[in-house]
Structure formats: structure tokens, C-alpha cells
């Protein structure tokens, strides 16, 4: 025993002296969890903070796995934003437990009025955690971290607020684009099936009726009915195009695909949609503002 | 290094030291799957714990979780005491059947709720420091850190107090009885013990970790040493050994913590089995050549003994008639001249007046097959060897 304890104790002392320099500067570090949520902190915080995201494009963020390197991002952090909602999965409760040891975690999607959301048909308190793909809900996210932001560094309070209208006029815009790219489609065809239920909020926004294979967890299978099921309902509507997402495999929706073809209806796959993570950094996929306008042009495209 | 990156390897190091030491003891008796039985097994004791809370975080669940393990293993006992299956038949009986239960009882009663053993017991050793415990408003330190270091405490004192009976019931389950320990009280203990630690430490680490925890160290150990302590010692500082190392490599490549712990566990292992000195697969190795040889050479002798033609003995005969290719037939002659055993002249090869008496001992052993014969001869035998 006293030896495995003096062995440990001398691997800590070792390892204690190469101690992490903490990039300090004087500005906010701040960890986001999902993609969406870093590409909106860089917009409103710009080069006053330091912004670092946990997942990285194409994680799925129900099964996201902590490495490393996330835990001295975690501790250095001054802020952390997340989504919410059950969202990041276990990872919702471990922030939770840090507000108590007094580090700010701000789940954005606490700001917004509970009654408007997708609750659950059996419990009550559970609801659709997708809510960035409702632009108004984004906008609220905004204006919730750069309230936070202000608080935090009074000091660059006016820039926070002035980079958060700029990116809230261009939210607007970004609105009023894609809703005109949805008025080309006819109503008739606007049939969203994907491949699990990411889009019920862009749906209930831009009035599209959508179909998902899996539940919203994307950690539970589709089932053999399941598939044959939406099989048969994109034939009596007639449906082009199904839809890909980046952080889902396609296994399933191949299979959905086949099945609707050997019931002699010809669907596509319309392309692959951004569901839980952005493309990656440095594309326009990388970005909010580009993923939406890819994610519509996409679905109006294919479903013409 | 932060005070983050220390607690995790604590709390991975006293995870390794909790789970080398049950560990060691299911090695050797053979139940080193029990702890993945448990693992999948505690799900109705999660599933029923939150029907009678409604509460995912209560502390209730992880109490039915570890009592749902004990259950595990008296049925595996008890499916296995029948006689009509083995052990292993046994916990792969018991265990999908538990595990089964839970998910029939979540799919009728609560489909709709994320119910499932991550859900309640955390398991990834990356977030193990952000959840504090607060005692009063102080914060003391992580709470997996207390919770294993209290079940590492019972566990060392259970140790110290019954190693005796421990290791007379491990080995020789006759004689532990007869000497008036009940071997069915030790077990059942024992087995406690490890579903106890097995939920905690599933808690702390994750349940694949859990498994290479436990099993790894002490298989490690076990090609190492015949002696129970030194085992448990050999089994520790492995755990230990990659808990620590583990975690910095899971630092360099950014990875997951649990599973460059697991692979230095794997590691560690691949090591021991190929260069342990009397186990490794190396020695066997060396050691069966080496046997492959006195083999050979008695062979050879035997033949020598038998033919006084000289044709028989002719060096050259010698490579066809015994069909031994050339390059060992020349191993062989070389051995037994190196061991004064032989002489060759003119090609023809002759027993020395050692090898003759050597060979006459080596056939009264074979007739008569008595160990007495053959003790003194090892020493001429096995002198090559040193």
C-alpha cells in the first residue's frame, strides 16, 4: 500500500509542474456546448472573449462524449452556455450541479416562454429541445447571451449590445429570405421527412408538416413498422424528396428509401440537412445564418 | 494541472485500487464476468427505484442498484449449485433476464421519460469533478470521490479482517468449511462487495472501465506470482499504473479518459502475457524448444544404444533414418557431444561411457517408470539448460 501511495503521490508531484498556462488577457473565456450556440457567442462577443465549443460539426449532442481537453475547458471557464431542454443529455445535469459551485451556466433556453414550445404528449415538463431552427427563438438566445455577456464585462457592455442588434437585423433578413425561398413551394408540397424529429420547430414556424423516422432521442432505433409506416405515407402524399441529417447516420433513411421504391413510388434524397451541429468552421455551412439558408434551399430544391 | 485534472486521477486511482481488490478474488475463483453481469443487470433495481421516487437523482436507485447486483449474483449461486450448468451458463442466464426486465418494465410504464442506467448513474470520468459535494455551503471535494473512497475504506477493512478466510475459501473450499468458515457466507461477501463497487465505481468511471478495472489488473497480476498478497499488490499498482498513465494519454490526444485508461489496461496486459518470465507466452515458447530438444537428444541416444552396426551410426544415416531434418539432427549431435554424451570418429558416431550409463538410467526409468529413477539423471539432463 505505502508504496502504490508514495508511486502516486510522486506521479502528482511531477505532473503538477508542468502547470497549463491559462490564456487569461483579461477576456471572458466562454465554453458553449452545440455549434450553433459558439457561432452565436463569436458574433456577439467578437474579439472580446475567448469562445470555445465542446462539440465539434457533425457531433450528435444526445450522445456526445467528453474528451480531455473539455475538462480544462470546463474549469477555466468564466461562462458556459448550453441549449437546454435535455438537449446535451447528461451533460445538462453536470452543468446544472456547477451553477451550485458558483460558476455561471446559462441555459439559453430557459429564456423563452415554456408555453410556446413542443412539450412531450405524456410528461408534462419534457419538450422538443430543437428549438434553433425557429429563428424568433435564435433572436431570444441573443438577447439572452449578450444580456449575460454585459453583465459579466460592464466594461464592453455598449459593444455586446451593438454586435447583438447588428446579428439580430440579420437574423431579420435571413427570416424574410427564407420565406420567400418557402413561398416557391407549393403548400401542397411541403413535406419534410428526416430522419429523426429535429424539425418540428421549423415546421411549426414556416409551415411545413414534418415527419421524423426516430423519436426526438436519437439514441433509440426506428423499428421495422416504423419504416413501413412512413413508407406508405410518401407515396399517398406523393413526396419527392427525404432528407439526410449530418449528426444522424443515413443507414435508416436508405432503408426508407428502398422500401418506398419496391412499392413502386420513385422518392430521392433530397441532400443532407444540418439537424444538431453546423458544418464545419471556416464554410458558410459554419455559420447559423449559412446553415439555415443551406438547410431551406436544400429542402425547396429537392421537394419542387 | 489543475485542481480538476488531480481529482480525476485520484478518483480514477482509488477506482482502479476499489476494483483490483474484489477483482483479484473473482480472477481466481473464476467469476471475473460477474462484473459485467452486474453492470447490465442493475437496470430493474434503477427502473423500480424511480417508479417508487419518481426521481431520477435520488440516492434510492443507486441503493436498489447494488441490491439488484447481490440478487444477481444469489441467483447465478443458486442456478449454478444445481449442477446442471457451469458458472459462466449460469451468469449469462441470470443477467440478460434482469437486464430484459428493466426494459420491458420502461417500455410499458416509461417510455417517455430518458430512463436508462446512464441516465442515473453518471459514468464518464471527464465530468466526475464538476459534481461537488457540499456539506454546510463548504464544498469538500467531488462526490464520487467520497463515495469510492468509502467503499475503498470498507473494502481494505473487510480485507484485513477476513484475508485469511478469503483466501482458505478461494483456494480450497473443503478445507475452509471443515476449518468452520462458512465458504457461502465468505462468497456471498465477497460478492457484495463487488456489486457495491461495481455500482459506485460505474458511477465514477463508466461501466466498461468498471470491467477492465477489475479483470485486467488482476489477470495481469495473475501471470506474475503464485502468492495472494503480492497478487493483490501486482493488481493495484497495474490499476493504478494505468488509471494514471491513462489519463495522460487520454491529455495528449484529447480522447476520452475511460477509454485510454482501458487501453493501457489492455496494454499492460499484452505486455505481462508476453514477456511474464513463467507464464509469458515467450518463456512457454523457449521453454517447449528447449524440451523439443531433450526430447530429440533421448531419442537419439536410445537409437545409439540399440545398434552396434555401424551403418546405423554412420552420421549421415543418421539424418535419414531418424527423419529429423538436417539442421536439427546437428543441434542434437552438437548438444550431446557439448555434453560428453558422444564421440565422433570417422563419421561414425559412438555412446561415451557417460552417455552409456546416462542411456541405460534413461531406459530402466522407462520400463519401470518410478520418479526415483529419474531425479538423479536431472542433473546430467538439464545440464545444457543452464
Redesign the interface.
Known amino acids: 500500500?505505502k508504496?502504490?501511495i508514495s508511486?502516486?503521490a510522486i506521479?502528482?508531484i511531477f505532473?503538477?509542474c508542468?502547470?497549463?498556462n491559462a490564456k487569461d488577457n483579461g477576456k471572458l473565456n466562454i465554453v458553449t456546448t452545440t455549434t450553433m450556440l459558439t457561432d452565436l457567442v463569436q458574433n456577439i462577443g467578437g474579439d472580446m472573449v475567448n469562445a470555445q465549443g465542446l462539440m465539434g460539426s457533425g457531433v450528435d449532442p444526445h450522445l456526445y462524449?467528453?474528451?480531455?481537453?473539455?475538462?480544462?475547458k470546463?474549469?477555466?471557464a468564466d461562462i458556459i452556455f448550453y441549449s437546454g431542454l435535455?438537449l446535451e443529455?447528461?451533460?445538462v445535469?453536470?452543468?446544472e450541479?456547477?451553477e451550485?459551485?458558483n460558476k455561471t451556466t446559462i441555459a439559453l433556453a430557459d429564456a423563452l416562454d415554456k408555453k410556446t414550445l413542443i412539450g412531450?404528449?405524456?410528461?408534462a415538463s419534457?419538450y422538443d429541445p430543437h428549438v434553433w431552427f425557429d429563428i424568433n427563438y435564435f433572436e431570444q438566445f441573443a438577447e439572452k447571451t449578450a444580456a449575460v455577456l454585459a453583465e459579466k464585462d460592464p466594461t464592453n457592455a455598449a459593444k455586446y449590445e451593438a454586435n447583438k442588434n447588428a446579428y439580430i437585423i440579420k437574423l431579420e433578413a435571413l427570416q424574410n429570405t427564407i420565406k420567400q425561398t418557402i413561398e416557391t413551394l407549393p403548400k401542397e408540397k411541403r413535406v419534410l421527412v428526416t430522419a429523426h424529429d429535429a424539425f418540428n420547430y421549423f415546421g411549426k414556424a414556416y409551415g411545413f408538416e414534418v415527419v421524423g423516422l426516430q423519436g426526438i432521442?436519437t439514441a433509440t432505433e426506428a423499428g421495422v413498422q416504423d419504416v413501413q409506416k412512413l413508407a406508405t405515407f410518401i407515396i399517398d402524399k406523393q413526396i419527392k424528396a427525404i432528407f439526410i441529417e449530418s449528426s444522424v447516420p443515413k443507414r435508416t433513411i436508405e432503408a426508407l428509401q428502398a422500401s418506398v421504391n419496391s412499392k413502386g413510388h420513385d422518392v430521392k434524397i433530397g441532400g443532407t440537412l444540418y439537424s444538431d451541429a453546423l458544418g464545419t468552421t471556416g464554410t458558410v455551412e459554419g455559420t447559423y445564418i449559412g446553415m439555415f439558408e443551406y438547410n431551406v434551399n436544400t429542402i425547396v430544391n429537392a421537394l419542387k | 494541472?489543475?485542481?480538476?485534472?488531480?481529482e480525476?486521477?485520484l478518483i480514477a486511482?482509488l477506482v482502479a485500487?476499489a476494483c483490483a481488490i474484489p477483482g483479484t478474488f473473482l480472477v481466481l475463483r473464476k467469476m471475473a464476468m460477474i462484473s459485467d453481469a452486474i453492470s447490465h443487470a442493475i437496470l430493474p433495481g434503477i427502473v423500480i427505484g424511480f417508479f417508487v421516487t419518481q426521481d431520477l437523482?435520488s440516492p434510492v436507485l443507486i441503493l436498489l442498484a447494488a441490491l439488484t447486483g447481490i440478487i444477481t449474483v444469489v441467483l447465478v449461486e443458486y442456478i449454478q449449485k444445481t449442477g446442471l450448468v457451469k458458472e459462466d451458463t449460469a451468469i449469462g442466464l441470470v443477467f440478460p433476464a434482469l437486464f430484459s426486465i428493466g426494459v420491458i418494465l420502461i417500455a410499458k410504464n416509461a417510455?417517455?421519460?430518458?430512463l436508462d442506467v446512464?441516465?442515473v448513474l453518471?459514468g464518464?470520468l471527464?465530468?466526475a469533478?464538476?459534481?461537488?459535494l457540499?456539506i454546510g455551503g463548504t464544498?469538500v471535494g467531488p462526490k464520487s470521490l467520497w463515495v469510492i473512497g468509502s467503499i475503498l475504506l470498507v473494502t481494505i477493512s473487510l480485507l484485513i479482517l477476513f484475508f485469511k478466510e478469503l483466501k482458505v475459501s478461494t483456494f480450497d473450499t473443503g478445507l475452509s468449511a471443515s476449518l468452520g468458515f462458512s465458504p457461502a457466507i465468505i462468497h456471498y461477501g465477497l460478492m457484495s462487495v463487488s456489486s457495491v463497487t461495481t455500482v459506485g465505481a460505474f458511477d465514477a468511471v463508466g461501466a466498461i472501465l468498471v470491467v477492465a478495472l477489475m479483470i485486467a489488473p488482476a489477470a495481469s497480476a495473475y501471470l506474475l506470482t503464485t502468492d495472494l498478497k503480492k497478487m493483490l499488490?501486482l493488481a493495484?499498482?497495474f490499476g493504478?499504473?494505468s488509471a494514471?498513465f491513462g489519463?495522460?494519454v487520454?491529455?495528449w490526444?484529447?480522447?476520452?479518459?475511460a477509454g485510454?485508461i482501458t487501453t493501457m489496461l489492455g496494454i499492460v496486459f499484452l505486455l505481462v502475457y508476453l514477456f511474464a518470465p513463467s507464464k509469458g507466452i515467450i518463456a512457454v515458447m523457449y521453454r517447449e524448444r528447449q524440451q523439443r530438444t531433450e526430447v530429440s537428444l533421448l531419442t537419439f541416444l536410445l537409437h545409439l544404444k540399440n545398434h552396434e552396426e555401424l551403418e546405423e551410426r554412420h552420421v549421415n544415416h543418421l539424418y535419414e533414418h531418424i527423419n529429423w531434418q538436417k539442421v536439427r539432427a546437428r543441434s542434437v549431435l552438437d548438444l550431446a557431444q557439448k555434453n560428453n554424451m558422444i564421440l565422433i570418429e570417422k563419421n561414425i558416431v559412438s555412446l561415451t561411457k557417460k552417455g552409456n550409463e546416462f542411456t541405460s538410467k534413461a531406459i530402466d526409468y522407462i520400463i519401470t517408470n518410478e520418479d526415483s529413477q529419474i531425479e538423479d539423471m536431472k542433473d546430467d539432463f538439464f545440464l545444457f539448460r543452464g
Do not use: C
Not at chain 1, 462524449?65 to 480544462?72: H, L, N, R, Y
Open positions: 500500500m508504496k502504490i508511486l502516486l506521479i502528482l505532473t503538477a508542468k502547470d497549463n462524449k467528453a474528451s480531455e481537453g473539455d475538462v480544462s470546463l474549469v477555466n435535455h443529455g447528461k451533460l445535469e453536470v452543468l450541479k456547477m451550485s459551485s412531450s404528449e405524456y410528461f419534457n432521442s | 494541472m489543475n485542481s480538476a485534472q488531480i480525476i486521477q486511482s485500487i437523482n417510455n417517455d421519460v430518458h446512464d441516465a453518471l464518464e471527464a465530468f469533478p464538476f459534481d461537488r457540499l464544498d499488490a493495484i499498482s493504478v499504473f494514471v489519463y495522460w487520454a491529455h490526444l484529447d480522447a476520452s479518459i485510454s
